[in-house]
């Protein structure tokens, strides 16, 4: 009757140990850390670099506690901060501006813990510190930005169509197109809407028998537009803060045109608002063949010229005046030559674009071109093809991609490296190390007495069951930490009030149980059928409770944010630990403590 078959006590053994193995590295705490990344996507970071830093840092009689090598960075622990900032500028001098050598924090939990996939939860920005913005997005530069581009399609396709007209502009949030002719603006609407069809078009009548088109984007366009530029602008930030070694930053969306940006871990804000203002773009250029190409990296350029390097850092002679840029670009993405097999990049461009490049390469066919990339306000020659034939339709390949890894990472890179529109920073934090610390011993020690008062109280009413109840709180405690260890997730303030309220809740399923055995022997029936009759009939009881509970908690994830959602996946996670710990694992030790027994005349239940 209350005997576990052997499966059920190995499997409450197993869950119990591999919830131990993954708490353990929350233990261990945090050693200063430095983080050593690329800055362009053609510098490796492997072996060879490891195997430098090492000696770099034995020649400066700087003694790292690890050196850690993963797929994007090299992380270098130490004992204290003093050797870490000392390890900082003498890793930054002799690696150059190649490499990023950011300040982290990183776990001290031994190497075995590591190879066994056992890591710790990382800690939001108000437990380990950092920087808070909120920056808002110029939504009317975007609008701005977009119906300038449409002004210039408008007057080339009007030219190519040899529509006569007397003038396109742009008014407030309208576009003005002008004729003499009726018949001229009829031509004109057909056109316009066949190619335009964002736009809203409406016939008036001007000064002196003018005829006018107004033309304007309608709600849908406008809401597009918007949400390409808040999207845009969210993942360039992303690819920014990774040069920061942050190791879980947030960058969410809050409301319709403001990005909420925290960065754990980064305590100076000039650094970081430095790195959320750089962009990234391309730009097309002519090869100057009317002068010969120089050997010299330091050689003067003639009157008209600029001198760049290429990818192997030779120098190379290109005409100053830029032929297109990366404003036209709409989308890049990674893919191979259909000859070659090598890795190149598929950009696209947009209308006017597109007509640009066509026109460039019929007027230049049999001359080199240079594509080049500017980023951080360096500028570098990805490859400088000759034209062999006009190109059209906006679809350009970019070749001259070492691998799959750099034509994801180049095309990442064009497709998200401007900001789409303006933002400025309207709200601006910093939470120091120390204030982070004072939270997190807040936070457990509101834990911690609040299970030592729950544990005094249940043991105290209860004696024997209420020993269970408190092991099998302990245990859910134990289950919560190891599920949010192996998800990785970030741990906050409110969430270590989730995990406090947890507990608090999760006792309920316990008194239920207790209460339900006392009612038994109370109606006269026999110690075992007591405890047997108590787990069951309370089972029904604990499931609607949580299930309703959990419905909340969803209900908080799925329709807040920030904060919120952080308070509620701990919340849920809770609620399905409690229900594990309190109904199996609690009656695990109670078939441990009774069910062997034949004969039990009392129950010590209080």
Same mark, same amino acid.
């Given at each position: 009757?209350?005997?576990?078959?052997?499966?059920?006590?190995?499997?409450?053994?197993? =869950?119990?140990?591999?919830? /131990?193995?993954?708490?353990?590295?929350?233990?261990?705490?945090?050693?200063?850390?430095?983080?050593?990344?690329?800055?362009?996507?053609?510098?490796?970071?492997?072996?060879?670099?490891?195997?430098?830093?090492?000696?770099?840092?034995?020649?400066?009689?700087?003694?790292? #506690?690890?050196?850690?090598?993963?797929?994007?960075?090299?992380?270098?622990?130490?004992?204290?901060?003093?050797?870490? %900032?000392?390890?900082?500028?003498?890793?930054?001098?002799?690696?150059?501006?190649?490499?990023?050598?950011?300040?982290?924090?990183?776990?001290?939990?031994?190497?075995?813990?590591?190879?066994?996939?056992?890591?710790?939860?990382?800690?939001?920005?108000?437990?380990?510190?950092?920087?808070?913005?909120?920056? #808002?997005?110029?939504?009317? /530069?975007?609008?701005?930005?977009?119906?300038?581009?449409?002004?210039?399609?408008?007057?080339?396709?009007?030219?190519?169509?040899?529509?006569?007209?007397?003038?396109?502009?742009?008014?407030?949030?309208?576009?003005?197109?002008?004729?003499?002719? /009726?018949?001229?603006?009829?031509?004109?609407?057909?056109?316009?809407?066949?190619?335009?069809?964002?736009?809203? @078009?409406?016939?008036?009548?001007?000064?002196?028998?003018?005829? #006018?088109?107004?033309?304007?984007?309608?709600?849908?366009?406008?809401?597009?537009?918007?949400?390409?530029?808040?999207?845009?602008?969210?993942?360039?930030?992303?690819?920014? &803060?990774?040069?920061?070694?942050?190791?879980?930053?947030?960058? +969410?969306?809050?409301?319709?045109?403001?990005?909420?940006?925290?960065?754990?871990?980064?305590?100076?804000?000039?650094?970081?608002?430095?790195?959320?203002?750089?962009?990234?773009?391309?730009? %097309?250029?002519?090869?100057?063949?009317?002068?010969? +190409?120089?050997?010299?990296?330091?050689?003067?350029?003639?009157?008209?010229?600029?001198?760049?390097?290429?990818?192997?850092?030779?120098?190379?002679?290109?005409?100053?005046? &830029?032929?297109?840029?990366?404003?036209?670009?709409?989308?890049?993405?990674?893919?191979?030559?259909?000859?070659?097999?090598?890795?190149?990049?598929?950009?696209?461009?947009?209308?006017?674009?597109?007509?640009?490049?066509? +026109?460039?390469?019929?007027?230049?066919?049999?001359?080199?071109?240079?594509?080049?990339?500017?980023?951080?306000?360096?500028?570098?020659?990805?490859?400088?093809?000759?034209? +062999?034939?006009?190109?059209?339709?906006?679809?350009?390949? %970019?070749?001259?991609?070492?691998?799959? #890894?750099?034509?994801?990472? =180049?095309?990442?890179?064009?497709?998200?490296? /401007?900001?789409?529109?303006?933002?400025?920073?309207?709200?601006?934090?910093?939470?120091?190390?120390?204030?982070?610390?004072?939270?997190?011993?807040?936070?457990?020690?509101?834990?911690?007495?609040?299970?030592?008062?729950?544990? &005094?109280?249940?043991?105290?009413?209860? $004696?024997?069951?209420?020993?269970?109840?408190?092991?099998?709180?302990?245990?859910?405690?134990?289950?919560?930490?190891?599920?949010?260890?192996? $998800?990785?997730?970030?741990?906050? $303030?409110?969430?270590?009030?989730?995990?406090?309220?947890?507990?608090?809740?999760?006792?309920?399923?316990?008194?239920?149980?207790?209460?339900?055995?006392?009612?038994?022997?109370?109606?006269?029936?026999?110690?075992?059928?007591?405890?047997?009759?108590?787990?069951?009939?309370?089972?029904?009881?604990? @499931?609607?409770?949580?299930?309703?509970?959990?419905?909340?908690?969803?209900?908080?994830?799925?329709?807040?944010?920030?904060?919120?959602?952080?308070?509620?996946?701990?919340?849920?996670?809770?609620?399905?630990?409690?229900?594990?710990?309190?109904?199996?694992?609690?009656?695990?030790?109670?078939?441990?403590?009774?069910?062997?027994?034949?004969?039990?005349?009392?129950? &010590? %239940?209080?």
């Amino acid at each position: 009757m209350n005997r576990y078959p052997l499966w059920k006590y190995i499997f409450i053994g197993l =869950v119990l140990l591999l919830s /131990a193995l993954y708490s353990l590295p929350n233990l261990f705490g945090e050693s200063p850390a430095v983080q050593i990344s690329a800055l362009k996507s053609n510098v490796k970071v492997d072996t060879a670099l490891m195997a430098d830093v090492e000696s770099t840092l034995k020649t400066a009689n700087l003694a790292p #506690q690890a050196i850690i090598l993963d797929k994007t960075s090299i992380k270098v622990r130490f004992a204290n901060p003093d050797t870490q %900032i000392k390890a900082k500028d003498v890793l930054q001098s002799k690696l150059g501006e190649g490499y990023v050598v950011a300040l982290n924090l990183l776990s001290s939990s031994p190497d075995w813990l590591r190879h066994l996939g056992a890591l710790p939860m990382y800690l939001g920005l108000d437990l380990r510190g950092g920087v808070h913005f909120l920056m #808002q997005v110029d939504m009317k /530069a975007a609008l701005d930005k977009a119906l300038e581009r449409y002004v210039g399609d408008i007057r080339t396709q009007l030219r190519d169509k040899r529509i006569a007209y007397s003038g396109v502009g742009r008014e407030g949030q309208t576009i003005q197109i002008k004729f003499k002719l /009726a018949v001229d603006r009829d031509k004109a609407k057909a056109v316009i809407s066949k190619d335009f069809p964002d736009l809203s @078009l409406k016939e008036t009548e001007g000064g002196e028998g003018e005829k #006018q088109l107004i033309a304007s984007l309608g709600l849908p366009a406008q809401k597009h537009i918007e949400d390409f530029a808040l999207k845009q602008n969210m993942t360039t930030l992303h690819n920014r &803060v990774n040069e920061l070694g942050v190791a879980e930053p947030i960058i +969410q969306q809050q409301g319709a045109d403001r990005v909420v940006i925290q960065l754990p871990g980064v305590q100076d804000t000039a650094k970081a608002k430095e790195i959320l203002g750089r962009t990234a773009t391309l730009e %097309i250029r002519m090869v100057d063949e009317e002068h010969p +190409q120089p050997t010299d990296k330091n050689a003067t350029a003639p009157f008209g010229s600029l001198l760049f390097s290429d990818r192997e850092g030779r120098p190379i002679l290109l005409k100053k005046q &830029v032929v297109l840029t990366g404003d036209y670009i709409t989308d890049a993405s990674p893919g191979l030559d259909n000859q070659t097999g090598s890795s190149v990049v598929h950009v696209n461009l947009d209308g006017r674009g597109a007509r640009i490049f066509k +026109q460039i390469t019929r007027e230049n066919v049999g001359k080199r071109m240079a594509i080049v990339l500017v980023e951080k306000n360096l500028s570098e020659v990805i490859t400088a093809p000759v034209i +062999q034939e006009e190109i059209g339709g906006g679809r350009v390949q %970019i070749s001259g991609m070492a691998n799959v #890894q750099e034509a994801t990472d =180049v095309s990442l890179l064009l497709r998200a490296g /401007a900001l789409a529109a303006p933002m400025d920073i309207i709200e601006e934090r910093t939470v120091g190390p120390s204030m982070g610390e004072e939270n997190i011993k807040r936070g457990v020690h509101s834990t911690m007495y609040g299970f030592l008062a729950i544990a &005094v109280m249940m043991m105290a009413y209860y $004696l024997v069951f209420g020993t269970v109840s408190v092991l099998s709180l302990g245990v859910n405690l134990l289950l919560l930490v190891a599920v949010l260890s192996m $998800l990785q997730a970030t741990l906050t $303030l409110p969430g270590l009030a989730a995990i406090a309220l947890t507990l608090g809740m999760a006792i309920d399923a316990n008194v239920l149980i207790n209460e339900r055995i006392r009612e038994e022997l109370r109606n006269g029936n026999s110690p075992q059928a007591s405890i047997s009759t108590g787990y069951d009939r309370a089972f029904g009881t604990i @499931l609607d409770s949580n299930v309703t509970t959990l419905i909340v908690g969803v209900m908080l994830f799925s329709f807040g944010s920030g904060p919120v959602r952080g308070f509620a996946i701990v919340h849920v996670l809770g609620i399905l630990t409690s229900m594990f710990s309190a109904v199996i694992v609690s009656r695990g030790l109670v078939n441990l403590t009774y069910g062997y027994r034949r004969k039990i005349t009392k129950l &010590v %239940i209080g």
